[in-house]
């Protein structure tokens, strides 16, 4: 066979796989919209917004607006919190810690990002919420969503964050240390900016974990279908709703949690093209 | 558990499988096959671990039967015998008067029990307090004769067959009801209720005292007086009880009939109990 034979074979294969993956995404997203959309045409998008949620009721209601609040509030809560903490810590790891502690703090992380979401939510419940339950009854809150969330994100941002960081190519950081500045300017000033790519991968990956979620919010989020008015405040996500009724929905309740699906998969495009766009400057 | 969505695919693929397989059977006739007898249960969440169980047991006495037990909810299991989706549906209640085209077998009596916090002092709820509680018009503990505190109410989801007991009995309607915290299964409930000295919630009896007797802080409360426990279930005093079908539609196959037999004899007694339900004779 010759070399370009091979060349040929080879590119066929690729061109298969990416169409198969490509596929995949396209069917799925085509399922969910071929199932929301009795839903959408039915009851319409305003009351999606404005109605309360009480499928089964004798009037039935499909607002699945304070479930989207529920998701975007704890979400974003997490990425905040775990951003600034995964970012120092692989800081940490690469500029100040010494190498044996470094190594430990990686292996530590790499533990962290492989425990199953549902160990994390069983911490939440019989740790986390009796803890936060001595401020504020019931304990199941937006504030326990959004700490067992950071606790799952963080391992996700700082793993990120700390090969980003070890790509910065040397000729930076030697420029750098030639102009003899201080170390923390080296880390935050030349490196962190040189890793902004990989570090916003890092946090858009963890934002999809977060949005995603299911297993853990539904067991430490309280799961009351309210506005939350404070962050003691019970919640219902997104996906705990999904999970918690999709068993026993019928006919337009069931097409409504389609809608939720479709909502979560817009959340997720919105998110990955708003990531393309802050990297975009740099790679495009 | 959380898990319906994809149980419900693979549990459709499965039937379908199992109904190709039956309808082959009828067909062949005297040609049956033992090797490739197959039966799914589908329904109840409460029901499904005692079914699993008896399953488990039938199948060990007859080499070559397959049972698959799915859990989804009562409402389910109605549905899937009705699309033929399920050769047995598994109810946590009795079957309601629209659901007469449907043939159910009596499997077991379970009885819904209101649980507290084990350091809660309070032993009985009168039916007035309990809605009260659950409507929010009693919001702290001292109203109700106990030490002062807010009452964290645990609710289950719509669909639970044990909110439909707990509402009905009760006469409340869903839309009514104030909770704190809004859970999906027994050990989620429990955990809610033991890790909150302030908590009330509901589950079901067998759930209550199997996690009792395990050391989670949890005390199950009497309701009018009527202690909560397998034995006044049994004696049939306790008022908060539902009965656990299993149903079929139109007469059952002869594999489906054999496992229902099974289930209501002497034999499966010892596994119904210790599952916390009462057997029916």
């Known amino acids: 066979m010759s070399p370009s034979t091979k060349d040929a074979l080879l590119i066929a294969l690729l061109r298969a796989c990416a169409v198969a993956a490509a596929a995949v995404v396209v069917l799925i997203v085509a399922f969910v919209a071929r199932d929301s959309w009795p839903a959408l045409r039915d009851i319409g998008i305003v009351r999606f917004l404005s109605d309360d949620w009480s499928p089964t009721g004798a009037d039935p209601g499909f607002g699945i607006m304070p479930m989207l609040v529920a998701t975007l509030v704890t979400s ?30 990686r292996r530590v992380m790499e533990l962290l990002a492989g425990i199953p979401s549902v160990v994390y939510g069983l911490w939440g419940l019989v740790v986390l919420v009796p803890l936060l339950l001595r401020f504020a009854p019931p304990g199941q809150s937006v504030l326990a969503g959004t700490l067992v969330l950071t606790v799952m994100i963080l391992p996700t941002v700082a793993l990120m964050a700390d090969v980003a960081l070890a790509a910065v190519p040397a000729p930076t950081l030697q420029a750098a240390h030639a102009l003899a500045l201080p170390r923390h300017a080296i880390a935050l000033k030349v ?28 067991m430490v989020c309280g799961n009351v279908v309210k506005l939350p008015t404070s962050v003691f405040d019970p919640v219902r996500t997104l996906t705990a709703n999904i ?26 495009m919105a998110l990955a093209s708003t990531a393309g766009l802050v990297r975009g400057g740099r790679h495009a | 558990m959380l898990d319906h969505g994809h149980g419900r695919a693979l549990g459709a693929a499965v039937a379908l499988c199992v109904s190709l397989t039956f309808a082959g059977c009828t067909d062949g006739g005297s040609e049956r096959s033992v090797t490739s007898q197959r039966l799914v249960l589908t329904g109840s969440s409460t ?56 043939v159910g077998y009596k499997l077991a009596i379970d009885g819904v029990a209101l649980i507290v916090h084990a350091s809660n002092p309070l032993v009985n709820l009168t039916q007035e307090q309990v809605v009260e509680v659950y409507t929010g018009r ?29 509402l009905g009995h009760f006469g409340m309607d869903p839309a009514e009801v104030e909770p704190s915290v809004v859970i999906g299964d027994n050990e989620q409930g429990v955990k809610s209720v033991a890790g909150n ?46 009965e656990l079908t299993l149903v079929s539609n139109g007469p059952l196959s002869p594999l489906a009939s054999d496992f229902v037999a099974f289930a209501r004899s002497p034999y499966a007694r010892e596994f119904i109990e210790a599952h916390y339900f009462v057997a029916v004779d």
């Open chain 1, 76 to 105: 974003a809560g997490a990425i905040t919190l775990a951003t600034p903490l995964g970012i120092a810590s692989a800081v940490f790891a690469h500029f100040y810690a010494p190498r044996g502690l470094a190594v430990l703090l």
């Open chain 1, 191 to 218: 490196a962190v900016p040189a890793a902004r790519s990989g570090i916003v991968t890092g946090i858009v990956l963890a934002a999809g974990r977060a949005v995603g979620e299911t297993m853990a919010v539904l």
């Open chain 1, 243 to 268: 999970a918690l009724e999709m068993g026993y929905a019928l006919a337009d309740h069931r097409a409504a949690l389609f809608v939720s699906g479709l909502c979560l998969l817009l959340m997720w």
């Open chain 2, 47 to 102: 029901i499904a671990p005692l079914v699993a169980d008896l399953a488990r047991q039938f199948e060990s006495q007859r080499p070559g039967v397959r049972i698959d037990v799915q859990t989804g909810g009562s409402s389910r299991g109605i549905s899937d015998v009705r699309q033929g989706l399920a050769g047995i549906g598994m109810v946590s209640r009795g079957l309601a008067d629209a659901e007469s085209d449907l």
């Open chain 2, 138 to 166: 009693v919001r702290d503990w001292r109203e109700l004769g106990g030490a002062p505190g807010p009452i964290t109410v645990v609710h289950k989801a719509d669909g639970r067959s044990t909110q439909e007991v707990f």
């Open chain 2, 197 to 242: 000295p302030g908590a009330i919630g509901y589950v079901s009896i067998g759930a209550a005292e199997a996690s009792a007797e395990f050391g989670v802080p949890i005390k199950p409360i009497a309701l009018d007086g009527h202690v909560a426990t397998s034995e006044s279930v049994a004696l049939g005093s306790f008022p908060l009880v539902r």
